[in-house]
């Protein structure tokens, strides 16, 4: 995964992108929400073919929330700590999307008719 820490508007901000199969990338953030909590989040994005335009669907596209602190501060180390603690499960990452993209397509199949 391509990696970046940078400050923004809210704050400290780490942001992890990498492929995911031929039309998707999956996006790890992690960065400081408005009540003050430090969330780490997964995304899956479409991409259009032969454009660097991409989107996200809620209900559609997978998305999970998958770390919530609370700290007093929130510093460029705090936030690369629980960033990296989540990227380091690259593979489980991948295998959870798989399986909601799974579940989506065989619930999509229509029933066959008795």
């Known amino acids: ?3 970046s820490i ?8 780490a942001e ?13 953030v992690t960065c400081r929400q408005d009540d003050g ?3 780490t989040v997964v995304r899956a994005w479409s991409k259009a073919p032969g454009s660097k335009l991409r989107g ?13 602190s609370h700290p007093t501060r929130i510093t460029e ?3 690369a700590r629980q960033h990296e603690s989540v990227v380091a499960k690259e593979e489980e ?10 579940a989506q397509k065989s619930a999509e199949k229509p029933t066959a008719a008795a």
């Open 56 to 68: 996200h669907k809620l209900g559609h596209d997978f998305a999970k929330v998958l770390a919530v």
């Open 77 to 79: 180390s705090i936030v």
């Open 6 to 13: 940078f400050r923004d508007n809210t704050g400290w901000r």
């Open 1 to 3: 995964m391509q990696s």
């Open 93 to 102: 990452l991948r295998l959870q999307a798989e399986l909601f993209y799974k």
């Open 37 to 39: 909590k430090l969330m």
């Open 16 to 28: 992890s992108l990498t492929n995911f199969r031929s039309d998707k990338e999956l996006e790890v």
